[in-house]
C-alpha cells in the first residue's frame, strides 16, 4: 500500500552540489510529476512526464532536469544546487481519466536546503 | 487561460463552528475541480472533486464544495468544524482536454481551529 515514495525525506546541500531526487509510485499510473512549494505559493510544476522516456518542462524547470527511464520511477536532478532551490519537493502520480488526467496522488515530500 | 484564487490564505474557526474556504476559478472550457488537504509534514490529499456530474459535491470526513458557474466559485464547506480539519488546502483547476501540464494549484488557505 506504498502509493508514492520519495526519498531521501530530507537533505542538505553546499551551493554548487549535486544530487537527485527519486519518486517511485506502485499504482501504474502513466503521468508523474515534479513540483516545489514554497510559503504562500502553492504548488508549482517543475517537470512531469506523460509516460516511459517523455518529459517535459512545466511552469520552472531552470536548474532541474528530470528522467523516466522506467515507467514506475521519475528523478529530479539538481546538477549545481542553488539557495533559491531551497524547498518542499512533491511528486505525484496519475492516470489519464477521459480527458482529464485527475485526481493525483502525492508523496510526503523531500525538504531541502541549500547553503 | 485559467487560474485559480484563494481568497483567504488564514481561515480561524472555532471547533464544531461551521467552516467556509472560498475559492474562485478562471477558464476557458469547462473545468475540474478539486480540493487538496495538507497535514503538516505530509503530501497533498485529495478531499473532493467535481467533474460535472453534479454541481454539490461531497467528499471525505464530512465536506461538502458547490460549483458555482455563475459565481465561477467551488467554495469548500464543513457544517462542524473538528480539531483535527486544521490543515492547508489547496483548490485546484484542471481543463477539460488539458494535457498533464494545465493543472493550476491555489496559494493555499491554512484552517486553524480555535477550541
Known amino acids: 500500500n506504498a502509493g508514492v515514495t520519495q526519498t531521501p525525506k530530507f537533505r542538505v546541500l553546499k551551493t554548487g552540489q549535486s544530487m537527485t531526487l527519486l519518486c517511485a509510485q506502485d499504482?501504474?499510473?502513466?503521468?508523474m510529476y515534479w513540483y516545489r512549494q514554497d510559503p504562500g505559493m502553492g504548488l508549482r510544476l517543475i517537470h512531469y512526464?506523460?509516460?516511459?522516456?517523455?518529459?517535459a518542462k512545466g511552469e520552472v524547470p531552470d536548474g532541474y532536469n528530470v528522467s523516466r527511464l522506467k515507467k514506475q520511477n521519475f528523478l529530479l536532478g539538481l546538477e549545481s544546487a542553488a539557495p533559491s532551490q531551497t524547498s518542499v519537493y512533491f511528486c505525484a502520480s496519475s492516470n489519464p481519466q477521459g480527458y482529464s488526467n485527475q485526481p493525483q496522488h502525492f508523496g510526503d515530500g523531500t525538504r531541502l536546503s541549500i547553503l | 487561460a485559467q487560474s485559480v484564487t484563494q481568497l483567504d490564505s488564514q481561515v480561524p474557526v472555532f471547533e464544531e463552528a461551521p467552516m467556509e474556504l472560498r475559492c474562485n476559478y478562471s477558464?476557458?472550457?469547462?473545468?475540474?475541480l478539486f480540493w487538496y488537504v495538507q497535514y503538516p509534514n505530509q503530501g497533498l490529499q485529495l478531499l473532493l472533486k467535481y467533474t460535472s456530474a453534479a454541481t454539490l459535491v461531497k467528499g471525505i470526513n464530512g465536506f461538502e464544495a458547490e460549483f458555482k458557474k455563475s459565481e465561477t466559485s467551488f467554495h469548500l464547506t464543513k457544517p462542524s468544524a473538528h480539531m483535527s480539519d486544521a490543515a492547508e488546502y489547496f483548490c485546484v483547476v484542471s481543463e477539460t482536454y488539458s494535457s498533464a501540464s494545465k493543472i493550476i494549484f491555489g496559494s493555499g488557505t491554512r484552517l486553524s481551529i480555535r477550541p
Open positions: 477558464s476557458s472550457v469547462p473545468p475540474y
Open positions: 512526464s506523460v509516460g516511459e522516456g517523455t518529459t
Open positions: 499504482m501504474n499510473h502513466e503521468y
